[in-house]
């Protein structure tokens, strides 16, 4: 059974950097694509960030690229997604999942955590 645990979610300023967490228990971590989304208030989930099984790839949503940036270490079955100056406008609820391609397609993604809430205050 897999899941996949969010964390580091907190309000912060605007400017401010934060670094999400998402934990990973299952025995299949380094054979995934691993993604982030987010969710905003009234608004659908969207596409953040995808790293390939070997870190050699990674794509991110327009929005966010030069400011975030997603790694993954797999001894630790985990991936990380630091966020750099943060605007109000990335405040969501902020999930991360695994695929078996290289997508950003939400439903093209299975597993799903919980999700951490990020807020930014202007």
């Known amino acids: 059974q897999v899941q996949l645990v969010e964390s580091g979610g907190r309000l912060v300023q605007a400017g401010d950097s934060l670094r999400l967490t998402c934990a990973y228990s299952?025995?299949?971590?380094?054979?995934?694509?691993m993604g982030w989304f987010r969710q905003a208030p009234g608004k659908e989930r969207e596409f953040v960030a995808i790293?390939?099984?070997?870190?050699?790839?990674?794509y991110y949503q327009d929005s966010v690229k030069g400011r975030f940036t997603i790694s993954r270490d797999n001894a630790k079955n985990t991936v990380y997604l630091e966020m750099n100056n943060l605007k109000p406008e990335d405040t969501a609820v902020y999930y991360c999942?695994?695929?078996?391609?290289?997508?950003?397609?939400?439903?093209?993604?299975?597993?799903w955590g919980q999700g951490t809430q990020v807020t930014v205050s202007s």
């Open positions: 999942a695994e695929a078996s391609e290289f997508t950003t397609d939400p439903d093209k993604f299975d597993f």
């Open positions: 299952g025995p299949t971590f380094s054979s995934y694509l």
């Open positions: 790293i390939t099984r070997n870190s050699i790839g990674t």
